[in-house]
């Protein structure tokens, strides 16, 4: 554990105890992909001729998508307006962009997939009590798929998922960075939502299962809170 800034930071565990975790979460991360095959039918996020394919959606222009996402509007959103956003978006490089550092953040909602589920069971109630939730890259091998706060102040990671990678990975046409679970047939791919220039980045992406869309959210950089309780590599402590 780190106090920096105020907040008690719990780094990463011993790296059995993610691998353990995992294990221990086998029934529960099984039904979890299940649950994705069960969403109702029509992604478009996975469609084989996307590049053929005209994405139509609500028809709202992706300059406005942009901005309602940007702006945290509680809105649900069509699943196809998610995936023009999407590929208008310029990619981000694992390397460069996004290992490093944390991030908090946010589902945006389809009332299609499996992480509209989570919104409304866990999320949302536990938003109520203080938690909010991100994630956390340390290096491109070693990261928490989820980091959970309260009140800004503990953070402590959640190993249920395992550990994460991260590496550039193509998909529906262009490289970008991608995280990769350990021991799950999960990818979340991401883009960069917010402008080069503006300090507060935020990235786009988009968590599957077997490359079904289980659901959509953003991550916004979180500098104050360290990815790395040391300024160089190193195995987890």
């Given at each position: 554990?780190?106090?920096?800034?105020?907040?008690?930071?719990?780094?990463?565990?011993?790296?059995?105890?993610?691998?353990?975790?995992?294990?221990?979460?086998?029934?529960?991360?099984?039904?979890?992909?299940?649950?994705?095959?069960?969403?109702?039918?029509?992604?478009?996020?996975n469609a084989p001729d996307f590049r053929s394919r005209p994405l139509e959606g609500t028809g709202t222009?992706?300059?406005?998508?942009?901005?309602?996402?940007?702006?945290?509007?509680?809105?649900?959103?069509?699943?196809?307006?998610?995936?023009?956003?999407?590929?208008?978006?310029?990619?981000?490089?694992?390397?460069?962009?996004?290992?490093?550092?944390?991030?908090?953040?946010?589902?945006?909602?389809?009332?299609?997939?499996?992480?509209?589920?989570?919104?409304?069971?866990?999320?949302?109630p536990l938003t109520r009590l203080g938690f909010g939730w991100g994630k956390r890259y340390r290096t491109?091998?070693?990261?928490?798929?989820?980091?959970?706060?309260?009140?800004?102040r503990i953070f402590a990671p959640i190993p249920a998922w395992g550990n994460v990678g991260l590496t550039?990975?193509?998909?529906?046409?262009?490289?970008?960075?991608?995280?990769?679970?350990?021991?799950?047939?999960?990818?979340?791919?991401?883009?960069?939502?917010?402008?080069?220039?503006?300090?507060?980045?935020?990235?786009?992406?988009?968590?599957?299962?077997?490359?079904?869309?289980?659901?959509?959210?953003?991550?916004?950089?979180?500098?104050?809170?360290?990815?790395?309780?040391?300024?160089?590599?190193?195995?987890?402590?």
């Amino acid at each position: 554990m780190r106090f920096s800034n105020g907040r008690a930071v719990v780094f990463f565990y011993p790296s059995f105890v993610y691998d353990l975790a995992q294990f221990a979460m086998f029934p529960v991360n099984a039904a979890i992909g299940g649950m994705c095959r069960l969403q109702p039918s029509g992604s478009v996020w996975n469609a084989p001729d996307f590049r053929s394919r005209p994405l139509e959606g609500t028809g709202t222009p992706v300059s406005e998508l942009r901005r309602t996402v940007l702006d945290g509007h509680d809105v649900a959103f069509d699943e196809a307006d998610l995936v023009r956003l999407y590929d208008s978006l310029p990619t981000v490089s694992a390397a460069d962009d996004v290992v490093g550092h944390t991030y908090r953040g946010r589902i945006l909602r389809t009332n299609r997939s499996v992480l509209d589920l989570a919104e409304w069971a866990l999320v949302r109630p536990l938003t109520r009590l203080g938690f909010g939730w991100g994630k956390r890259y340390r290096t491109a091998d070693k990261g928490d798929p989820l980091l959970v706060d309260w009140q800004r102040r503990i953070f402590a990671p959640i190993p249920a998922w395992g550990n994460v990678g991260l590496t550039d990975i193509r998909w529906r046409g262009e490289p970008t960075a991608t995280m990769n679970y350990d021991h799950q047939p999960w990818k979340d791919y991401f883009r960069r939502l917010s402008d080069d220039g503006d300090p507060a980045v935020v990235l786009l992406g988009v968590w599957t299962h077997k490359h079904i869309a289980g659901g959509w959210f953003t991550l916004t950089l979180d500098p104050e809170t360290p990815a790395d309780p040391r300024a160089r590599g190193g195995d987890r402590a």
